[in-house]
């Protein structure tokens, strides 16, 4: 199976955000390379938040492009098997901490944001991975900073999709 269609069925098998989960199916059909940063009308990335929930905190990395705090998180690659594996790859590579385990029932939330030319958009898979007890995080050369927050800092710092998929999360969890 290629990683579009992992995507494709993931997408189908979402349960929550039906017009936006709906517009990421309508985006694939349109563009067979919309999984690639090379299609410069949109495409999927794959992010995860990664929790402490042991210490109701959540690690953010300070994009170094975006200036902004964000969930680690990127572009799939080639050798990504499934939007989980590149999910965990990116969240395992910007944090810096092996051992992350993603929540179990596939993505938390979906967030389709505009990025500058010459591509227009992603449309972000979003899903979270808990630390370890006792994880370190290990700044990568693609942020500025990483830092652990408590969940009720994270609106002082963070966006809106940030925000909401804290909130996803926390509710996943039941916290």
């Not at 990568?140 to 652990?148: A, G, I, N, T």
């Amino acid at each position: 199976m290629s990683l579009r269609d992992d995507a494709v069925l993931v997408l189908k098998g979402y349960e929550d955000q039906e017009e936006l989960r709906q517009a990421y199916l309508d985006h694939l059909e349109a563009h067979p390379d919309g999984m690639w940063k090379a299609c410069e009308a949109g495409h999927i990335t794959a992010s995860a938040l990664v929790i402490d929930p042991g210490h109701g905190r959540v690690l953010l990395t300070l994009h170094k492009k975006m200036r902004i705090w964000l969930q680690m998180g990127g572009h799939c690659e080639p050798e990504d098997a499934t939007l989980e594996a590149a999910a965990l790859r990116e969240a395992t590579e910007e944090s810096g901490i092996a051992g992350l385990k993603l929540l179990p029932g596939g993505p938390v939330s979906l967030d389709r944001h505009p990025i500058p030319p010459p591509c227009h958009c992603h449309f972000d898979v979003q899903y979270a991975a808990v630390a370890p007890p006792g994880a370190v995080q290990e700044i990568s050369d693609e942020s500025l900073d990483l830092r652990w927050f408590p969940y009720d800092e994270v609106a002082e710092v963070a966006d809106d999709s940030v925000i909401r998929l804290l909130k996803a999360t926390r509710e996943r969890l039941q916290l």
